[in-house]
């Protein structure tokens, strides 16, 4: 396993702790700011990783990309 499917997979974990806490135990206790940062990286790591692999299905890779920009569109958009 790389380091980079590694922090995926704790990227994962991270974000699936933060739904829960947002959800069901303090709903405003983490900013918009801080989910929109949080699932631009992890979005673009996660297209890093597809992109890496040697697959011929490309597609989902480039997803993941075109949402983290988006994603960093809208969080640069948020910070002005």
Do not use: C, W
């Not at 590694?6 to 699936?16: E, G, M």
């Not at 989910?35 to 989902?60: P, T």
């Amino acid at each position: 396993m790389t380091h980079l499917r590694k922090v995926n997979l704790l990227l994962a974990f991270v974000a699936i702790g933060m739904a829960f806490t947002h959800f069901f135990i303090l709903p405003n206790a983490i900013s918009s700011q801080v989910f929109i940062s949080f699932l631009f990286v992890m979005f673009l790591l996660f297209g890093i990783e597809k992109i890496r692999e040697e697959e011929q299905n490309k597609k989902i890779a480039n997803t993941y990309i075109v949402t983290a920009v988006i994603l960093f569109i809208l969080l640069m958009t948020d910070l002005l």
